[in-house]
């Protein structure tokens, strides 16, 4: 990989070059402002369904630009938690209506950067970039407030919490999203990569996350002494069994046409040495591309469970239990929209800094604002957040950079964010430009 040591004025320059004055002054004036506003959120991270204090930041930012700001939108199903979703909505005359998205939740971490702006709130850190993506989403906002001359339609904005979860995205439709708001014509996203140099955009046409699916598999025996195997029915012999039986679903049932993971991520049973147990508990990470996939693997783990648990005569009385607990669809960027986007970046930043990504294992819960069946056309792309220096040095030392969700993720705050606005905003000036009407 050829390093592209960018920095801002390399941004601006590139702005300026197609014909984007005064978005390249908006970058270059806010810029300062912004990388403290990223200081800050990176000071005070909170975890998923703890968002208040991001949220009210969030809100109070955006409704300071002029736009009209709905927050604590979401409905969960655990009545615990409280909806801090942030939908912030500024009507500009007849024209589409383009929906942006940012994340507001950190991760239970304890950094390890020393950075002088290091998380204050101990065991929780922004590992995943999301402070990155609020600052963003803020720059953009102020931007397209600037220049609200140069777009027509509908914009809004949204801070959403408990991406981590993957249960914010689905709580604030469920809390209305949509009735708050026109229904979007499109929906685009960033996200930061621990890859990229900063600066430099990569887009992904078509799938480009997993679906992800968390799975709990109980298998219930016959508890007794551990020197008396013949007088009870051992369910860890068979969660073993079963451990090795999933993973032919990938190998031998599912076509090498379509990208599917199952993996055992726990084994819950027992609290002694000599002593068979009642029950074993394993808890599974499902990711597929493609609905139907996910369904016929979901079909099997329920199959295996069951004959193995016939197989090794468990109680008949008591089958395996299988209970999905937590899913979040496949992340598909509409093919036109991931070309129009990749042509706006192109014309933002130049060619060198735009590249074609490929799809990942990896999940988010951004594809359900595109509903069933992409009824939405919706476009995530990455933006690169690492210092080319630290790139240089992992190359040649062959020790790997700090991926997202570690404790030593580091952004490189100034190219990141300028490069991130600037993106973002071309794209809506496009979308909600000349050629949307």
Partial sequence: MKIKLLFVPLVFAAVLGAQQPQLAACV??????LVNTYHS????????????KTSAFVATQLRSLGYTVTDHVGKYDNPAWTGYGVVAVMKNGPGPTLMVRSELDALPVTEATGLEYASRTPGVMHACGHDIHMTVLLGTAQAMATM??????????????????????????AGGLYNLIPRPDMVIALHDSATLPAGVLATTAGYAMASATSVEVTLHGLSAHGSAPELGKDPVVAAA?????????????????????VTVGSIQAGVKNNVIPDSAKLLLTVRTYKEEVRQRILTSIERMARGIALADGLPADQPPQVRVYESTPSTYNDPALTARLTRDFVAALGASHVETGG??????DFGSFGLENHQIPICMFSLGAVDPVR??????????LPSLHSSRFQPLPSPTIAAGVTAMSSAILDLLGPRAQ
């Fill in 359 to 364: 799809p990942i294992m990896a999940s988010e």
């Fill in 148 to 173: 609200k001359s140069d777009w027509h339609g509908t914009l809004v904005f949204i801070g959403q919490p408990a991406e981590e979860t993957i249960n914010g995205a689905k709580a604030m439709l």
């Fill in 41 to 52: 959120l990176h000071e005070a991270p909170e975890l998923s369904h703890e968002e208040a």
């Fill in 28 to 33: 270059r004036n806010e810029l300062p402002a």
């Fill in 391 to 400: 790139i240089v040095a992992s190359q040649k030392s062959g020790v790997p």
């Fill in 241 to 261: 069994q079963l451990v090795l039986a999933l993973q032919t679903i990938v190998s031998r049932e599912t076509s090498p046409f379509d990208q599917a993971v």
